[in-house]
């Protein structure tokens, strides 16, 4: 997902010196391009792929960059006939169209496929680092007028978030609605049936367990939405009662040490659906059915769901891996109630945390009656987050 930041570092290699090394080279049908590189492994790119990811402004709206043809324009039998590195260009000659089209090398080599592919299941994206409680005393955390005031350090704030998955920020305003000036910083709030924002202190009657003084299993929030919000802000507006902290755990080291301990038990988990459900208030029956470790296709590990609040009945898993399923259910949870695996920090008012919904499981400590706290918090969504931190990384490439 931080494809920016890969590709810079990509380019940040490919000098002057390596374009004048580099060579291009064809199968004898045209249907391969290699580039052979003074201190890299070759790159083989198909002529189908560089005639379809042509920057060519017949190919490419210059100002927008969208594609303006679609695949059935390529003709399907493209092959290259000729191939000349010149500068930090290749050109390339497509046939049948008889169409000539640059590439800058450091834009090919940013987008380079020709490379082994990870084979186990729940291999993570190169920016994320997976942590446990030896972060503690280390959460990402950055003054919120800081970052309201210098996009770079706006940048250096929000690629810890992608990296460890959550951040503090401290200095806020005191006042109800501020946490809508961190959502500020890198998107738009989700509104949900809690509303834009919702409140987390002591109620007489309360809705849903997050609004009394119970301690709160660490859990993703929302299960039951599909899609599930993507991002979470907590605020912190009054913080008098004693006890209260704040705790994360990371999802995904949990998952990862589930895999490492119990193979068996990490792949049914990522192989079966679980079930989530809310119906706390009228006219509200939120269900969802997705598996608690979510696997891409190419088992990256892409997402956590944890909740015992709303965790509906499993009927998704055949019988015969029924208790196979839940005791790999209850590793996953051993593992996640182990502190060895939390980090816990307090939040003072003016001072808020943002999560990634869908990898950081986060719980409080149970807090007495006496005294007040007051959060507020609200969801945003992870694609936002990512935008403004690549555009930000950009920017400061360019
Ligand atoms: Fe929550």
């Given amino acids: 997902m931080l494809y920016l930041s890969q590709s810079t570092s990509h380019c940040q290699k490919f000098l002057l010196f390596e ?56 003709p399907a039998d493209t092959r290259i006939e000729s191939a000349a590195v010149s500068g930090d260009a290749v050109i390339l000659t497509f046939s049948p169209e008889n169409k000539v089209i640059s590439y800058e090398l450091k834009v090919l ?37 800081d970052l309201q005031a210098d996009g770079g350090t706006k940048r250096a704030w929000l690629a810890q978030v992608a990296r460890y998955g959550f951040g503090k920020l401290s200095a806020g305003p005191v006042r109800d609605g501020a946490l809508f000036e961190v959502v500020d910083l890198f998107g738009y709030v989700r509104e949900t049936n809690y509303g834009r924002k919702f409140e987390v202190r002591t109620e007489v009657n309360p809705t849903n367990l997050a609004y009394t003084g119970l301690g709160l299993q660490a859990h993703t929030d929302n299960p039951y939405r599909d899609p ?26 949990a998952a990862l040490r589930l895999r490492d301990e119990s193979p068996e038990g990490f792949a049914i988990l990522t192989k079966y659906c679980a079930q989530f459900e809310y119906a706390g208030e009228a006219g509200v029956r939120l269900t969802a059915r997705r598996p608690m470790i979510e696997l891409a296709p190419d088992g ?78 609200c969801y945003a969504d992870k694609d936002g987050l990512y935008s403004t931190l690549n555009a930000l990384v950009r920017e400061a490439a360019e």
């Fill in 19 to 74: 374009a004048a090394m580099t060579q291009a080279s064809l199968s004898a049908d045209g249907r391969v391009l290699t580039l052979s590189f003074p201190d890299q492994m070759p790159a083989r790119f198909h002529a189908v792929w560089l005639r379809d990811n042509a920057w060519d402004a017949q190919t490419r709206a210059p100002g927008n960059g969208q594609r303006l043809i679609t695949l059935r324009d390529i």
């Fill in 109 to 145: 080599l940013a987008q380079r496929y020709d490379h082994a592919m990870p084979k186990e299941p729940g291999w993570t994206a190169p920016h994320v680092q997976i942590w446990d409680s030896g972060l503690m005393g280390h959460v990402p955390v950055a003054r919120l007028p």
């Fill in 228 to 253: 599930v919000p993507t991002v979470q802000v907590l605020y912190c507006l009054e913080s008098s009662a004693a006890g209260g902290e704040n705790m994360v755990v990371d999802g995904f080291a």
């Fill in 300 to 377: 990256e590990l892409i997402a956590i769901r944890f909740n015992n609040r709303s965790a509906a009945a499993i009927t998704d898993v055949p019988f015969e891996d029924m208790e196979a399923y839940y005791a790999a259910y209850r590793h996953l949870a051993e593992i996640i109630d182990d502190p060895a695996m939390e980090v816990t920090f307090r939040l003072d008012p003016g001072e808020s945390f943002v999560v990634d919904n869908t990898r950081i499981l986060h719980a409080r400590k149970g807090y007495s009656g006496a005294g007040t706290r007051w959060l507020q918090g």
